[in-house]
């Protein structure tokens, strides 16, 4: 018998030192990058510091804020308020400066609890402040504009609450011949409608810019930083999505536009607040950061176009902004209500937008119908599963094809190991005269790779998932498996480090996948073979910080996986295999001797 060519224990040895150098970049990205990033940004979430006094504006709006920070129950009650009572939101309006800034939202806690709604909005001055902010600008410099301090009024006849599909309306006299309101309505869901009005008692034409904004100050407390997700500023403009990482904002990056279409705002994984204009009004947009006292400022705002008021006469701006829970069926319908475009963009749908965003409105449908969020995931599983069978189907039956022919491939490279074209030519004949194609496998097995992407990311978005319960330890599907094997399960009373939390839920994922190497028929080659035995150790590892849910449906996803090649190899190959056991090939004895 011929000896193995030298060319295979090289090819063999590159193999082994690509998979060494590609987890030498995993560990060091992770070890040197990931963590560094990740104290930095806990770093800065925990600064009590608050922004500068506001910068002077009379083209763009305003970077405001203020010098001390204080509890946030304590700054709301320290200004007068409009009371905000929605079916969807509570909050209040501030009669200083007009700001809506303080808004929670009804449904949603910060624990599983129940005990402490999400305050989405909290103002200037506190931890963590976020608030909406609209005004004027003006070409005369001599009169007197509504600014952050300005105490506003309710007008004669005014409501005293904002309620749902109400409104109310604030007045300010600024001593000079201008009467400016500002009306602010809701509907049943998230939206306010904001109109500004001007109105001249002068003897003399003056012109204005209206502006909003909004406001960020230092990331948010549940920011993660990942790049498989954006949060963070965003813009529609033009036709063209703009996404803003914190971290550029932070370096001095912006985002000017002059004379554009679209809306902008700033987007959480399951919150987001926007700017929505009319469907055909130009503004100028911008997307800036600013630091003051060590605290960053993250602000997206817009100008609308100039407008001329007459003596007698009034002007009026009108804005959509919404502040809430991102829903996609509620987002379609604004969109067609009001004329806007691709609102669906709030959602980081990813690369496979196209197949993403219908998976997310089957996964909604299932959870609508069947009424459990966890029972929601396995039967859309079941679903994809199902109409990814056909290329399983095929992938497996070219593994079978490719394996019968494999005593003539290794004769082959026996007789011709050192003539290397030679031995790809006649390999090329065989693969003819077989009628076999060695890549006929893998496509079918690329083209479900986009496929189950859209799937985990529909679930990553979905915020039914943030603190929705399955079945036994498992309290919220947002967050990671509790559970952890280095405990055993809790009987040990100690925390270990972070790298050796390993859940139930993860340990059942790395079960399904050694039932299904188990199930594979052994590689030729000896390297791949044993890179194949360790791959669902580290991948467990990986995925053991992930959301239950997700690891819940790809645990699933592979228990259907074993099914299926079960009945392709058993039903279709005509292989023995076992469940138990595995494949035939991997359960033959070494002879002895």
């Known amino acids: 018998m011929k000896p193995p060519s030298p060319h295979d224990a090289q090819d063999n040895s590159r193999l082994l ?11 060091g990205f992770r070890t040197f990058i990931e963590k560094p990033q990740l104290a930095k940004i806990e770093q800065q979430q925990k600064q009590m510091q608050a922004q500068a006094p506001s910068a002077q504006k009379p083209s763009a709006p305003p970077l405001a804020g203020e010098a001390a920070v204080r509890d946030r129950q304590e700054v709301i009650a320290a200004a007068r308020r409009i009371p905000i009572h929605g079916s969807k939101v509570t909050g209040s309006i501030s009669l200083a400066g007009g700001r809506i800034d303080d808004l929670s939202l009804n449904e949603h806690y910060t624990t599983i609890d129940n005990k402490e709604h999400v305050a989405l909005l909290s103002p200037s001055g506190t931890k963590d402040a976020y608030y909406v902010e609209s005004g004027w600008t003006g070409d005369d410099k001599t009169t007197a504009l509504p600014d952050e301090k300005t105490a506003w009024t309710l007008a004669p006849g005014s409501a005293q609450t904002l309620e749902t ?74 036709g063209k999505l703009k996404e803003m990482s914190y971290k550029d904002l932070a370096k001095g990056d912006t985002v000017e536009r002059e004379g554009v279409k679209g809306w902008l705002g700033i987007t959480d994984k399951y919150w987001f607040v926007g700017i929505f204009p009319g469907a055909d009004e130009k503004i100028n947009a911008r997307i800036i950061g600013s630091k003051a006292d060590g605290v960053q400022i993250y602000q997206t705002d817009i100008v609308s176009e100039t407008q001329a008021v007459a003596p007698g006469q009034f002007i009026e701006d009108k804005k959509l902004i919404f502040a809430g829970v991102k829903n996609l069926p509620l987002m379609t319908a604004y969109q067609e209500k009001y004329g806007l475009s691709h609102l669906d963009l709030t959602f980081d749908f990813g690369w496979w937008y196209f197949i993403t965003k219908p998976f997310f409105y089957l996964l909604h449908f299932l959870m609508d ?14 679903i994809i599963r199902g109409a990814v069978f056909p290329l399983a189907n095929k992938s497996f039956r070219s593994m079978a094809g490719m394996k019968k022919i494999a005593p003539q491939l290794k004769a082959l490279q026996e007789k011709h190991g050192g003539n290397r074209e030679k031995l790809q030519m006649e390999i090329f004949e065989l693969y003819k005269k077989e009628n076999v194609n060695p890549f006929s496998g893998c496509w079918p097995l690329l ?7 859209a799937l985990y990311k529909s679930i990553l978005l979905s915020v039914e998932l943030r603190h929705a319960p399955f079945w036994g330890w498992i309290h919220d599907l947002s967050a990671a498996d509790p559970t952890n094997l280095f405990t055993l399960f809790g009987l040990i009373p100690w925390t270990p480090p972070a790298a050796l939390t390993i859940g139930a839920w993860p340990l059942l994922f790395c079960l399904t996948m050694i039932i299904q190497k188990r199930l594979t028929p052994p590689m030729p080659d000896k390297t791949q073979e044993q890179l194949q035995t360790y791959f669902p150790f ?24 074993v099914l299926q090649q079960y009945y392709i190899l058993r039903k279709v190959g005509g292989q023995e295999v076992s469940l138990i056991h595995g494949h035939s090939e991997r359960r033959k004895k070494k002879p002895h001797g």
Do not use: C
Not at 17 to 27: E, G, Q, Y
Not at 369 to 375: A, C, K, W
């Open 17 to 27: 030192l690509a998979v060494l150098i590609s987890l030498a970049i995993l560990f």
């Open 165 to 238: 599909n109400g409104s109310v309306t604030l007045q300010w006299d600024n001593g000079q011949g201008l009467l400016f309101e500002r009306t602010i309505a809701l509907d049943d869901n998230y939206l306010f409608n904001i109109t500004q009005k001007i109105t001249n008692k002068t003897n003399a034409g003056k012109k204005f810019n209206a502006w909003h904004l909004i406001s960020r100050h230092s990331l948010p407390v549940d920011f993660k930083g990942f790049f498989i997700l954006h949060e963070g500023p965003l813009a529609y403009l033009d």
């Open 369 to 382: 119908h069947i009424g459990n969020v966890g029972l929601a995931i396995l039967a859309m599983t079941v």
């Open 447 to 453: 083209i479900q790779i986009p496929i189950f992407f």
């Open 538 to 561: 580290i991948i467990t590892f990986m995925l053991a910080k992930f959301a239950s849910g997700l690891v819940i449906y790809w645990t699933w996803s592979n228990v259907l996986g």
